[in-house]
């Protein structure tokens, strides 16, 4: 690493290990009661082990992206972190939140909106503390020697991604208008400003681990970026299908919705592309794998299993079904997971000083997560398969179906262990890694590796 304070991403990345492994464990809690062993319903009933599983999952990944930008920022600004101790308390402040709303859930403390169940005053905190984050990487790019597109996009995707937690706060008794304001924190996030975030690391990765020229990187990158982003804003129509808003939401969501597989694809081609062109000679390429990687397996859950029940034909059978849960494990794993591992696996070499990114360990994790991951969402797809054509088309009862259901499960169950056999290995590795030993390396005239 470059700057001393790029240690502190290190801290953020093993608050991401800790919340990762927990969301794992509420999953097999939900799996097993899939499966009709709902052993834990007392104490941990399905609502909040489900609540638990998804918040774990964007608070990691949110964790994960402050850790990226921690990374990122001081190296592309060419100095230290405007103040680590902000850095440190920020992080505190956020583990505190999230601990108080994970508890909060298991009494019965939440709001009951799918994705944004964390209670208002918490939500309060949360703004804060990300308004503190923000001033920290703003403060580090204003007084920094150049102003990079890299961290330029970084930070406007974060400020943004800020900005748009604010409609979900808007208070109203309405139905229609509840959800109305809903998708423009979930899908707005993950089908846009989120992709700006994407789009910046997946820069930072690629200008560092393929060596070719940061203009080229960048241009690219961004246009591609920009077209899913494009498409996504108008394509959070496919939410507004059936849920009592205009009818004119039928032809905008399903024409711009249907347009966002096709900017991931570019996106696909792209890193691959360059990847082959530059990507022999470094030496980190299990950095490279999980970045590819995520450019196609974004491609695949985000845009393929995305577009799979886009259409307001097809959604209307397929709505709230386990046909969402199918794209929605594929989409967040390919897009934000495997790239928030892919950071990781980039700087933890440079931050310990210790090479363990070609270990049978790193690679061993890489594979198997990902098919493990692969299996999980065939097992989704095929228990929503059936799902829809019993309940939907058949017409039978929710929980008859949901019985009939349950042996899809054990295949599901076998899959996630896979998935989480992989996990633990990354895991392993990073603990390995050990603490950040903060040498610094000067940068090389002319080099941007
Ligand atoms: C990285 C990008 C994406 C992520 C992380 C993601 C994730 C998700 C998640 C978690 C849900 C469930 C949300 C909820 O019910 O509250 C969802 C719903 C949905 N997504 Fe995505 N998605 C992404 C991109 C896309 C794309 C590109 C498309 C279309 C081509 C798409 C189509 C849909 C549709 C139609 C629904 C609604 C499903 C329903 O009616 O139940 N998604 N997505
Ligand atoms: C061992 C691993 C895992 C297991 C067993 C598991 C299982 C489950 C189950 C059973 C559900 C509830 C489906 C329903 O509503 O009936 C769920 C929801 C969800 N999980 Fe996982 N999960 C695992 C890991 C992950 C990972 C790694 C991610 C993200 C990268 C993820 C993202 C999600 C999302 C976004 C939802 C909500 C889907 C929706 O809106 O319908 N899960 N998971
Ligand atoms: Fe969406």
Redesign the pocket.
């Given at each position: 690493m470059r700057f001393q304070s790029q240690k502190v991403a290190y801290y953020f990345f093993a608050t991401c290990m800790l919340l990762?492994s927990l969301?794992?464990v509420?999953?097999?809690i939900?799996?097993f009661?899939?499966m009709g062993y709902d052993v834990l319903h007392n104490v941990i009933p399905?609502n909040t082990a489900?609540t638990t599983?998804?918040n774990l999952?964007v608070v990691w990944?949110l964790t994960g992206f402050m850790g990226a930008a921690y990374y990122i920022i001081p190296e592309e600004s060419g100095r230290e972190l405007y103040s680590v101790p902000l850095a440190y308390l920020q992080l505190g402040a956020l583990v505190i939140v999230g601990v108080v709303a994970i508890i909060g859930f298991h009494f019965n403390y939440w709001e009951g909106r799918?994705?944004l169940e964390i209670p208002r005053p918490l939500d309060y905190l949360v703004v804060v503390d990300v308004l503190l984050f923000l001033l920290n990487i703003g403060m580090t790019i204003w007084q920094g020697k150049r102003h990079s597109t890299t961290s330029l996009v970084l930070f406007f995707g974060l400020l943004m991604a800020a900005l748009l937690y604010l409609p979900g706060m808007i208070d109203t008794d309405n139905q229609t208008l509840d959800s109305y304001w809903r998708w423009w924190v979930v899908h707005l996030w993950v089908e846009g400003v989120w992709e700006l975030i994407m789009g910046a690391i997946l820069s930072f990765l690629l200008i560092k681990l393929t060596g070719i020229d940061r203009e080229i990187i960048e241009k690219w990158l961004y246009v591609i970026v920009g077209f899913t982003f494009l498409s996504g804003v108008l394509g959070t129509g496919h939410h507004y299908y059936y849920i009592g808003t205009p009818k004119y939401w039928l032809l905008v969501g399903g024409v711009f919705s249907a347009l966002e597989p096709v900017a991931f694809l570019g996106m696909a081609i792209y890193a691959i592309t360059m990847a082959r062109k530059g990507g022999r000679t470094h030496p980190n390429q299990n950095a490279l794998s999980w970045t590819v990687g995520c450019s196609v397996m974004s491609f695949v859950g985000a845009g393929f299993l995305g577009f799979a029940h886009t259409l307001p034909q097809v959604n209307l059978y397929t709505h709230?079904t386990?046909i969402?849960?199918m794209?929605?494990?594929m989409?967040?794993?390919g897009a934000?997971?495997m790239l928030v591992l892919g950071i990781i696996a980039y700087a933890m070499p440079l931050l310990t000083g210790r090479k363990l990114h070609d270990t049978t360990t790193a690679t061993f994790a890489f594979w198997t997560s990902n098919i493990?991951?692969i299996a999980?969402t065939l097992a989704?797809a095929v228990a929503g398969i059936s799902q829809v054509v019993l309940e939907r088309r058949v017409g039978l009862d929710f929980l008859t179906v949901q019985k009939e259901l349950q042996v899809h499960?054990f295949g599901?169950?076998l899959a996630?262990?896979l998935?989480?056999v992989g996990?633990a290995a990354y895991i392993v590795n990073f603990i390995r890694y050990g603490l950040p030993v903060g040498e610094v390396t000067p940068e090389q005239p002319g080099s941007d590796s």
């Open positions: 990762l969301q794992i509420y999953g097999f939900m799996a009661a899939h399905f489900r599983h998804t999952l990944l799918k994705f709230g386990l969402t849960a794209h929605g494990h989409a967040f794993w934000y997971a493990g991951m999980m989704f499960f599901l169950t996630a262990t998935f989480t996990i």
